[in-house]
C-alpha cells in the first residue's frame, strides 16, 4: 500500500509532562490538541509510552483495552479519569509481523498507562479512535529504537498514526515544586539541542545523545522517557515535514519538546 505525503499518516513525539496534563488547558495540551485536527483522521494509533519499559517487546492485543493508573500521590478525580478508547488486535499482529523475525509477545491485560492516555485525551478526546500500544526494550539500547521505528514506518501508509510518548528532558529527581521555578540552564541547552537537531534530521547526534555532554547526563539519567522519540525519529520519511509543536521546560526538569513529522501546524 502506498500513500502520498498528504495522504500519509504523520509520526509524532509528545512530551507528556505531568499526568495533571489529562485534566487541564494550558499552551502545551492546546497544541496536542491542535494536532489531532490536522491532516487525514488516523483508523488506528500505535502508541509507544515511556511507562511501559520491559525486558521484552509487547503489543497490547485485546479489543477493549483498560485504563490503567500508573501512579500515585495524584487527585482522586485523576485516578477516576477514563479513556475508553477501542484496542484492535489486528494492528497488533501487523505490528508483530513487520517486526518479525524479533519476537513481540501479544498482551492481553495490560492496557493502556497515562503516558498514552494523557495526551490523546487532548488529541482525541471522544476516544474514538482504536488504539494499540507498544513496550519499550529495556534490554535494547537507542539505535535498536530508532530501528524499531523505521521497521514500523509503513504503518503511516496504512492509515496508522505513530505516536511516542515521553519527554526529551526528564529527571524527576531534580523536580522543582515551586510554580515560580525557572528551568535549569542544562534542561533548556539540551532541549534546544534535540529540537535542533531534529530539525536538522540529524540522526546519529540524536541516537548517541550522551555525545552532548553534561547537559545529557542530567537530561537523560535513564532512557525510558527518551526512547520514545527515537521510535517516532526511525518512522520519518526524506519528504516530511518538521512542526515543532510545543517546547519548554517545566518544574525546571522536564522538558515538554513535541513535534510532528510530516504534519503541518494548524
Sequence with gaps: ???????????????????????GSNRHTEAWRRSGVVGP??????????HWYLN????????????????????????AFDYPAPGDPALAERVRALLAPLPVRTDHDRGLDHGTWSVLAHVYPAAD????QLSLDARHDTAFHYDLGRRLGALREEGVRIVGSGNAVHHLGLLARREDALP????LAFEAQVRDRVLRDE?????DCQGFGEAARLAVPTPEHYLP?????GARRPDDR??????????GSIGMLSFALGQAAA
Design 1 to 23: 500500500m502506498s500513500a502520498s505525503a498528504t495522504t500519509r499518516q504523520p509520526a509524532i513525539f509528545y512530551g507528556h509532562g505531568s499526568p495533571m496534563n489529562t485534566l
Design 41 to 50: 483522521r488516523p483508523r488506528a494509533i500505535l502508541a509507544i509510552s515511556a
Design 56 to 79: 521484552e517487546i509487547a503489543v497490547t492485543a485485546m479489543a477493549r483495552p483498560r485504563t490503567i493508573h500508573d501512579f500515585y500521590g495524584f487527585p482522586a478525580a485523576l485516578h
Design 129 to 132: 479512535v482504536p488504539v494499540v
Design 184 to 187: 535549569y540552564d542544562w534542561a
Design 203 to 207: 540522526v546519529a547526534q540524536l541516537i
Design 229 to 233: 522519540m527515537l521510535v517516532v525519529l
Design 242 to 251: 518538521v512542526t515543532i509543536l510545543t517546547e519548554g521546560i517545566e518544574s
